[in-house]
Nanobody, 126 residues
């Protein structure tokens, strides 16, 4: 079973920063073209945060995080990062790494991602 491994969650005060990491197993890029981050709180749907095309490094962001979060990749180690700055209490959620095959018009749809991590918790206190 393909497993994405996340790390980097934690607790910060509003205005603080965190960096999340996600490592995919070797060879996954042959079956996918996109890796990204989603977040989900209790009783809420899974919301796309950011994604990156693994071949080109082109990033995509939801409007709610644009200008505050940066997604990047290190192809040599099959890892993507989400640098989160200026965190707000509403950013607090469980964050999930995902990999799939998407197009620019549907990168935000969770249904296009076949592989998921276990999630890492982000807590932001006001």
């Amino acid at each position: 079973q393909v497993q994405l491994v996340e790390s980097g969650g934690g607790s910060v005060q509003a205005g603080g920063s965190l960096r999340l990491s996600c490592t995919a197993p070797n060879g996954l890029h042959y079956r996918t073209n996109t890796m990204g981050w989603f977040r989900q709180g209790t009783g809420k749907g899974r919301e796309a945060v950011a994604a990156i095309y693994t071949a080109t490094g082109d990033p995509m962001y939801s409007d709610s995080v644009k200008g505050r979060f940066t997604i990047s990749r290190d192809g040599a180690i099959n890892t993507i990062y989400l640098q989160m700055t200026s965190l707000k209490p509403e950013d607090a959620d469980m964050y999930y790494c995902a990999a799939g095959t998407t197009e620019e018009v549907n990168w935000y749809a969770a249904i296009n991602y076949n592989y998921w991590g276990q999630g890492t918790q982000v807590t932001v206190s006001s």
